[in-house]
């Protein structure tokens, strides 16, 4: 199993935050994190020519904290 945070988030951040009181930008950067790249953001999908093959790609969050969206070239 690959570790990334999105994965740690996911998993973790429903119990932490149930016990730490936390301001509402951290919950909309730990929400941003957790949808990035997922059926919750929407995408669009890929067909070849022939269509034979269909590839989806998920929307990214485009937050700022998101570690893949921070990554990407403006």
């Known amino acids: 199993m690959e570790a990334s945070l999105q994965k740690i988030f996911q998993h973790s951040f429903g119990r932490y935050k149930e016990k730490h009181r936390l301001p509402l930008k951290y919950h909309r950067a730990a929400q941003a994190i957790i ?27 485009r937050h700022r904290s998101c ?7 403006k």
């Open 35 to 61: 949808s990035c790249r997922t059926p919750a953001q929407g995408g669009h999908e890929l067909y070849c020519a022939d269509q034979h093959e269909r590839h989806i790609r998920y929307h990214s969050c």
């Open 67 to 73: 570690p893949r969206c921070n990554q990407q070239p």
